[in-house]
Each structure stands twice: as C-alpha cells, then as structure tokens.
C-alpha cells in the first residue's frame, strides 16, 4: 500500500502530443506517481490520429505509474477537444480521427455558417460561430470527401469519450466537450436536433451527456489496465475546461495555455455568444461557461521556427524590428485557415535569436488579443493572468507573456493541471466536493507571481500593422507547398 493519507484517484490528459497519467492523493492533491508515452499526428494536408494509439499510451502511462493505480477508487480523462472519432459496430475506429487542428474543413465551415443564419444565430445558439476545428464541419467534410466512412459509422466521439468508453463499456461525454462539437445547443443544454438533421448525424450516434458530479460508469473487466474492476469512472471532460478545473478557476482570473495549442480563457457566470467567433462559448465542466479562444500554432511552431534556425528554444536577442506570424498551421485566432508562415523587416543586422523572440511574440500577439475578449467587463485588471501547459515552463515564453501582457503573470509550480483537474473530478465523485473546490484545497496554483512590467505596445502596434498589410497573403493558401 502507499503512504498516502486518503484514497487515490487517477487524472488522465490525453493531449495532441502524449497521453499523461497522475495518480494523486485524494486528501492532499500530492502526486505519488506518474506516466506518460507520446502520440504520434499525421503530417501534409490533414492533421490524423489513430485513437487506438491514445489507448496503448494510456495503458503504457498507467503502467509506468506502478502499484499505485491499481490502488486508485476513481479515474477522470480530460482530453484534447473536438476531434471526430468514428466507430464501426464493433466500436473500432472506422478511419483515424481528424483532430482539433487540421483545417481540411474550413470551406464546410463557412458554409454551416451561412446555411444555419449565419455568426451571429450560430453564437446565440451553440455559443460559438464554428471554424474548423469544430467536430460538426469535420462530420460535414467526411460526408462530402468519404461518403462511405460515413456510412460504416454506428457510433461518434470525442477523443476523450472515447478512452472512457474503453473503459466502462458505455457511450458518455460531458457539457464541456460536447460544447465544442458544434451540435450541443449551449441554450437549452442539450443535442441540437436541426443542426445534426442539417449535416446528416442521427443522434443516436452520439453519446449520452453525463451531467457534472455523475458517476459516468464503472471501470469493466476484460482489459490489461492496472484497475480493479469497479473503480468509479467520472464524465470527464475537454483539457481546457479540465485545466479550469484542475487550478480551481474562479471567475476574474484569466488562463493563458501554452501547449499545441495556445489557449487563453476564464470562468464566468454569463452564457457567452460572440457573434465574431473569436471567442469559443465552451460550457465548463462544473456548470459554469469557460469562453476561449485557441491559436492552432502555439509551442509547437515556435520549437519548429527555433529548429529551422538552428537555435536552443531560449536563445531569444532583444531588439527586434522583425515581424513572424508563426501560421505554420494555418491559423484560427485570427480565422486564416489557409494562412502559412509570414517573415516581414529582414535587415543585414538582423540576428537569428531576433528572429526567434518575433516568432514567441507572434504566437503571444494572437492570444493576448482576445484576453479582455474572454474576461468579465467588470474583472480586476491587476488580477495575475496563470501561465500553464509545457510551455509555461519556458523562460522565453514567460517574459514575453509578461512584456506584452503587462500583467503580473503566476505560473503553478503544478505541472499537469489537465491532468490533476481530471483527478480532482474524480476526487468530487468519492467525496461529493465540488471538484473546482478539490483543486483550490490542494493548492494547484502555488507557484512564483513575476510582476507587472510597462507592455510593450510598440511591438503590438507592429504586429497588427503586418497583420492587416499582409491580409491577401493570409487569406489565400501559399501559392506552392
Ligand atoms: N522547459 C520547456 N520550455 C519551453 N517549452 C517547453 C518546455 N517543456 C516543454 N515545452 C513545450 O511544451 C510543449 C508540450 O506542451 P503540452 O502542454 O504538454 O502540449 P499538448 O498538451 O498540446 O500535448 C512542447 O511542444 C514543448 O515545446
Ligand atoms: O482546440 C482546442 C480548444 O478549442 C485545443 O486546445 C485542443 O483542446 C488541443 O489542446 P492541446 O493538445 O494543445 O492541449
């Protein structure tokens, strides 16, 4: 047995890169073991993973974390959101799923848009104008690309749906995941009927929405997991509503995410509709909204533009007159889907480590401009904005957050909070906490406060210009790739 003081549950994030596993203390929030084994993601066009990859690391993870998950009451998957996972009879995936971040149905995007009434009866109805990264307009794409994936589909998920079922037997997923799809009316809180008739979706294809503080299931026999057979599954949820979760958000304080994605995002109490689409209105996994927005380049482009360069991550130089949109993606925040990569005042002069710092200060541009978007009118601009995700570790990006935020930025020593919200979840349903409550009582947001310093709104200034000079080459698709 361990020397933990009370039961032991297990937090999963299943994220675009790794799956990770912590196994934590119930009564302190302490890790006392952990695990994680990478995804891999396909390359050219599209952006594809076989879910059956997020089960072997998630067994792989589990394992690594020895004992102490066998001893575990209750588990939690909070997961990457929006992919489209589809299921044959068996419930094996009929083709891999199109992630979060391949931009292939961009024009079925705009289409929805302007079939259904528009952004603005979009941002009314479901909270968020859809783009491409939402499941609805990759349904929409399947239908028209692989007519026939379509048909052999009896079942559809999330990717954190998925990995529950594989655990308890039993299609379910959760208000904060389901309110990424595009077909969960954020209004009335359930499956909207018109908008999957629209796309050709029978709802009985879709999982049963648990509500938050529900048991979702039961962990089943017939597996290699380190489980017993019994231990209590939660809903679970998507990683952004989880990481609200895991730093047990309040209203006010804002969330900047820097992983594949970066996210920037806060709790609040009104139902959010942004007719722009700037703003995602997720639900979070409490009961509350969690309104985001999402760059697709984020960590990722920055390490690649590092590389292409021949840099080590931090080796930034000040002083740069440079401008990088780091788009390598295409890009959401702003909706250039077709977007590439945009290098702009090359001088002699111009060192490699100052063309690094304009590639974190575009990636931070995109995010910081949508943080007042996502906050409360009323909310304290002095309130500290908590830097979190792999990248949160880095010095480069911490001092850029801080310089062209202007905002005294907290970064929790807690590495995982996707990972200990979805633990924390699991802790709510043995207890009967709230499981934002669970969070604050374990203290998941200690960690330094770097002050305020004077924002750097030349370099914001300059960065918008480019931008909007540059809007035809951002709009169009690169002429070769
Ligand atoms: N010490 C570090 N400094 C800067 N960036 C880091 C550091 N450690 C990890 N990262 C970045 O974190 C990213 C992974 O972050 P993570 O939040 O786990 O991503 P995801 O959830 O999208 O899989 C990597 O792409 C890497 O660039
Ligand atoms: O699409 C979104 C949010 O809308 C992303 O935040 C994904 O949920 C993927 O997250 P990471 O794997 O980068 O953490």
Known sequence: MSAAEGPLVVGVDTSTQSTKALVVDASTGQVVASGQAAHTVSSGEGRESDPRQWWDALCEALHQCGDAAREAAAVSIGGQQHGLVTLDAQGEPVRPAMLWNDVRSAPQARRLVDELGGPKAWAERTGSVPGASFTVTKWAWLAEHEPEAVRATKAVRLPHDYLTERLTGEGTTDRGDASG??????????????????????????????????????????????????????????????????????????????????????????????????????????????????????????????????????????????????????????????????LHGLRHDTTAGQILQAAYDGAVHSLLGALDLVLDEDADRSTPLLLIGGGARGTAWQQTVRRLSGRPVQVPQAKELVALGAAAQAAGLLTGEDPASVARRWNTTAGPVLDAVPRDDETLDRIAGVLSDAAPLLEGAPRTR
């Open 181 to 342: 799809t595009g077909w969960w009316a954020s209004g009335t809180e359930s499956y909207d009927d018109e908008i999957l008739r629209h796309v050709g979706l029978d709802p009985a294809l879709l999982p049963r929405v648990v509500r938050p503080g529900e048991v979702a299931g039961t962990v089943r026999d017939g597996h290699d997991l380190p489980f017993s057979k019994g231990t209590l599954v939660a809903p679970g949820t998507g990683d952004n509503a989880a990481a609200a979760l895991g730093l047990g958000l309040r209203p006010g304080t804002p969330v900047l995410s820097l992983g594949t994605s970066g996210t920037v995002y806060a709790v609040t109490k009104r139902r959010p509709a942004d007719p722009t689409g700037t703003v995602a209105g997720f639900a979070d996994a409490h009961g509350d909204w969690l309104p985001l927005a999402c760059t697709l380049n984020c960590t990722l482009a920055v390490d690649r533009v590092a590389a292409l360069l021949g840099l080590d991550r931090e080796a930034v130089e000040p002083g740069t007159a440079v401008t990088l949109l780091p788009f390598l993606d295409g890009e959401r925040t702003p909706n250039l889907p077709h977007a590439s990569g945009l």
